[in-house]
């Protein structure tokens, strides 16, 4: 069982920037792609931003391509999202995601999300 805890969200004006963390605990990270989830309640909850196991590659969406960046630190059991340029559609909860090699397309689990407000 993987536990996840983000962290990081908050209320920020349009054009400023945050740092989210998800902090692992259960097992270690380093055998699963992890990724970024966001939801409103106007919208589904859509894929973000996603890093393979190894950290070598990375996914964007288009909305968000240039702005955010994923990153992984195995060693902290930790996985990072930097936003920047942040804008009023970027509001909504975030969701930190575990993929198994076993079910790549949806992830297994999940986080309990951090808000993240985006003021115009």
């Known amino acids: 069982q993987v536990h996840l805890v983000e962290s990081g969200g908050g209320l920020v004006q349009s054009g400023g920037s945050l740092s989210l963390s998800c902090a692992a605990s259960g097992r270690t990270l380093s055998t699963y792609d992890m990724g970024w989830f966001r939801q409103t309640p106007q919208k589904e909850r859509t894929l973000v931003a996603r890093i393979g196991w190894s950290g070598s590659s990375t996914y964007y969406a288009a909305s968000v391509k240039g702005r955010f960046t994923i990153s992984r630190d195995d060693a902290k059991n930790t996985v990072y999202l930097r936003t920047t340029v942040l804008k009023p559609e970027d509001t909504a909860v975030y969701y930190c995601?575990?993929?198994?090699?076993?079910?790549?397309?949806?992830?297994?689990?999940w986080g309990q999300g951090t808000q993240v407000t985006v003021s115009s």
């Open positions: 995601a575990a993929y198994s090699r076993s079910r790549p397309s949806w992830p297994e689990y």
